[in-house]
């Protein structure tokens, strides 16, 4: 008879996840020990880091992941990453240890109730009532996060179940995709064929249910500009395409506003709408009609406002064009922003619009530079899918070992990660991970200095800037890299960019380089004063 830890290696096989990111701790030792040599295992040194990285790879590969935390610390370190994966809809399966059965009831040292604390941010969690469930609640639980929408599962496993006998375990087929109603996209299809100015919102979801194509397919059939949701996780349609408008703003008003001149908006694939700050307005003008086409019943539910449909966006997509009446009319696309100046201080203008020039034309971005999203989304061009990540939920610490994981699936695209001077520090230790595995990551810091977005916030709300907390003076993040192994360097004149950036392209090893950038003078989000933000003094 085979034993549970057999069984479970044979099932992770089967279902694909042979590569498994974790941090060990004595909980997990009976599972990790003797790893067959199928198996990959990536070290995080602190469970954000390793889940990070593991989610990272799951966007890279398309795939589920597999992340194995450490009993509670799974949670306590790991839970921002479940946060995101949550957000984010991507298939993460995290397994953590859990102390001895035999003596649970007498709350030993290490004991977890980590399946009661990750609840609101998991599709599942478990712990299964008997040793021999375990392999069957890991399928189970893969099998839910790679259902649409997909997103993070945990299951909690005491130490002594490894051992116990197990019967074999086949790995089943569950389909994934869930159709949208035919009679509800005719309704759709009806608006459109009626409409005078239709626009296009593209979402994160579009690339989750890989619709990029079908997409860009619809929007020129339609000629209907199209727009980026606020706050994109990812981009999903090509930066330079003729119909692209830009992203919308991330405040009720604002954004209604951005939308007012359309009498038709088809969302796909994004909530109706993700805000920041409370600026409060109608969440669409009166006149246009709103439809969203969404995989998450939790979107269709909370939208604001609009017809909501729940299915894949890829069929949905394609389902419209075979139904719609072609456009042959479409309106002019805006002038490109003008090159930024070689300033010293380095504006992230420049540091963006020269990346752009010399980043390889299939290079993946994973960022996470609070302040400095304007400038990135107006200087950096993708044209391809899965070329743009970013963090989901505001929670800082995604952009770092998300760039390691998506290098990792990804040897052969160059991935770029343009992140702020305070958020490399949540989860550092990924650097250290990418040394090891020689996963050839460029890390570009935008070392500004302090937390510019708190700043900016702090005047677009009125709060003034009598806050502490706000500086970051005194640390070397090159030196820091170079403790983790990584080849680092510093960048204060713009004349040193291109050199700098160029050599680490030329790099088959992972890099960081930090730039001096200037400070502040970036809007909240893009937006400004005007949009009448609330006032929380
Ligand atoms: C885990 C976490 N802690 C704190 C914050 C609050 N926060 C939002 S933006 C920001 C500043 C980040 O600083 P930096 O990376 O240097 O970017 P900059 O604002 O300077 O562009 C902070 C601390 C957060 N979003 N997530």
New binding site residues.
């Given amino acids: 008879m085979s034993t549970v830890r057999e069984v479970t290696y044979q099932l992770l096989r089967e279902l694909g996840m042979t590569t498994i990111f974790g941090n060990p701790g004595s909980t997990e030792l009976p599972f990790l020990r003797d790893m067959p040599s199928d198996f990959t295992y990536f070290l995080g040194l602190h469970e954000r880091s390793a889940a990070g990285m593991a989610l990272g790879y799951a966007l890279g590969t398309g795939k589920a992941a597999f992340a194995n935390l450490h009993s509670i610390a799974s949670v306590g370190n790991g839970l921002?990453t479940l946060v995101d994966a949550l957000g984010a809809h991507v298939p993460l399966v995290v397994t953590t240890g859990q102390q001895d059965r035999r003596h649970l009831l007498s709350e030993p040292f290490l004991v977890s109730r980590a399946v009661k604390v990750v609840k609101p941010y998991v599709k599942w969690a478990c712990e299964p009532q008997r040793a021999e469930d375990v392999p069957a609640a890991i399928a189970r639980g893969y099998y839910l996060a790679t259902q649409a929408p997909m997103g993070p599962v945990f299951i909690s496993i005491p130490m002594d179940d490894w051992t116990h006998e197990c019967q074999p375990l086949a790995a089943r087929t569950v389909t994934q995709t869930v159709l949208a109603d035919p009679s509800a996209l005719d309704e759709i299809v009806r608006a459109l064929d009626s409409c005078r100015n239709p626009a296009l919102v593209a979402g994160a979801q579009i690339e989750e249910d890989r619709g990029w194509h079908e997409v860009v397919a619809l929007a020129e059939h339609l000629n209907a500009d199209v727009y980026q949701q606020p706050i994109p996780a990812r981009w999903t349609f090509p930066r330079s395409h003729r119909l692209f408008r830009g992203g919308l703003l991330p405040g009720q008003q604002p954004l209604a506003d951005q939308l007012g001149a359309y009498d038709t908006v088809i969302v796909l694939g994004a909530p109706v709408f993700l805000y920041y700050a409370y600026v409060p307005g109608n969440p669409i003008q009166p006149g246009t009609k709103l439809f969203q086409v969404t995989n998450s019943p939790q979107h269709a539910a909370a939208a604001l406002a609009g017809t909501s449909i729940v299915g894949n966006l890829a069929a949905a997509a394609q389902y419209i064009r075979a139904h719609v009446k072609a456009r042959t009319t479409a309106t002019p696309p805006p002038p490109l922003p003008p090159p930024p100046k070689p300033d010293h201080p380095i504006t992230?203008a420049y540091l963006f619009s020269t990346l752009n020039k010399l980043m390889p034309g299939d290079a993946v971005i994973a960022e996470?530079?609070?302040?400095?999203?304007g400038d990135l989304d107006r200087y950096l061009l993708r044209d391809q899918p899965g070329s743009f990540y970013s963090?989901p939920n505001?929670?800082?610490?995604f952009g770092l070992p998300a760039a390691v994981g998506l290098q990792l699936a990804n040897p052969k695209r160059r991935v770029v990660c343009p992140?702020?001077?305070?958020?490399?520090?949540?989860s550092i230790q990924a650097l250290w991970t990418a040394v090891q595995h020689h996963a050839p990551v460029i890390v570009i810091v935008?070392?500004?200095?302090?937390?510019?977005?708190?700043?900016?916030?702090c005047d677009f709300t009125q709060v003034g800037r009598n806050v502490h907390?706000m500086d970051?003076p005194g640390i070397d993040i090159v030196k820091i890299a170079q403790g983790y192994g990584m080849t680092a360097e510093e960048v204060d004149l713009p004349q040193d960019l291109e050199p700098a950036l160029r050599n680490a392209f030329a790099s088959s090893q992972p890099r960081l380089i930090s730039v001096n950038v200037t400070?502040g003078g970036?809007k909240c989000m893009g937006m400004d004063q005007s949009v009448h933000p609330p006032n929380y003094r």
Wanted: aromatic residues 8%; contains cysteine; neutral net charge.
């Fill in positions: 921002s992230p996470e530079c609070p302040s400095s999203k963090v505001g929670v800082l610490g992140i702020g001077d305070g958020s490399i520090q949540y935008l070392r500004n200095g302090d937390y510019t977005a708190l700043k900016s916030f907390g970051l400070r970036e």
